[in-house]
């Protein structure tokens, strides 16, 4: 009886839900998407769409639902729902940003790239376009194009931590230590307390074969941030370097109790017991 009872009343559930207007299914799929009910969003913003395909509002019911899509793991969709959006509204940025963002989750690099350009003919100024297109062209290895783009990120906003940061590493990849070095060093004396830039600059100098120089600026990282997993293991690496395998399996006894990769664990301290 329980059980009849609850498909009669599902039942009514949906044969009301069909019966309502456009705004009612949106309102309350925008609802469920507020409140994390994603396949009831979904479900809702797309009745909403088919009882009206040439509303206005239709732009935000895509952006709803595709938002709703990418949330519960369905990319492909997501893309298209952010596809039909922007037919009823070319010029949006937010817009793109969102599809971009899905692009990149996908690996869908040349998508993305196209839609980060398309924002920043819309909104010239965007720091988050320009930074992930400075990050998606170094990656490629179009480091004038990529400097190009931090640069003028920088412009815009000179306190921009995190886009000088990895402006240094984009110069470290194209070979241009030097500066790679220069920009960690202007960051490290802006925030001496931040443990993020120390090991960034320790991996540079290890690369580069400056086995004490790296361990001093990852040992201090560790100082500031003795919790972090992965500046243990950068030290177990060096120590490797040096020969020093007892300090090493402490360093990674110390990272596998903070949870770092098994794997790369393993791999570790073979190296520390091989001879």
């Known amino acids: 009886m329980k059980r009849l009872y609850t ?24 609802q469920s998407l507020g409140n994390k009910e994603y396949a009831q969003a979904i479900r809702l913003l797309q009745q909403a769409i088919a009882l009206e395909p040439d509303n206005k ?8 639902l595709a938002y709703a899509q990418w949330n519960a793991g ?52 965007n720091t988050h376009a320009l930074f992930m297109r400075a990050y998606i062209r170094g990656s490629r290895q179009e480091y004038d194009k990529a400097y190009a783009d931090y640069n003028r990120l920088l412009s815009i906003e000179p306190g921009n931590d995190q886009a000088r940061l990895s402006l240094a590493l984009l110069y470290h990849k194209a070979g241009r230590l030097n500066e790679s070095l220069m920009l960690m060093g202007i960051l490290i004396d802006s925030s001496p307390d931040n443990a993020e830039y120390y090991y960034a600059r320790s ?10 120089l790296a361990l001093m600026d990852i040992e201090r990282a560790i100082e500031l941030a003795p919790d972090t997993a992965a500046y243990q293991a950068a030290l177990a690496r060096l120590l490797i370097r040096k020969g020093k395998k007892a300090e090493a399996r402490r360093a990674l006894d110390k990272a596998a109790a903070l949870g770092y990769d098994k794997e790369e664990l393993i791999l570790l301290y073979q190296k520390t017991t091989a001879k």
């Open 57 to 64: 509002l239709n732009e935000y019911a895509y952006s709803n």
């Open 74 to 125: 369905n990319r492909h969709d997501a893309i298209s729902s952010y596809t039909h959006a922007l037919r009823y509204n070319t010029q949006s940025a937010a817009i793109l940003l969102q599809r971009a963002r899905v692009y990149v989750e996908s690996e869908e690099l040349d998508s993305a790239l196209a839609d980060y350009s398309r924002t920043l003919d819309i909104e010239p100024r």
């Open 203 to 212: 991996n540079i100098e290890s690369s580069e074969g400056q086995t004490e």
């Open 7 to 30: 498909t009669i009343l599902s039942l009514l559930f949906f044969t009301a839900t069909w019966a309502q207007s456009y705004d009612q299914l949106f309102e309350w799929g925008t």
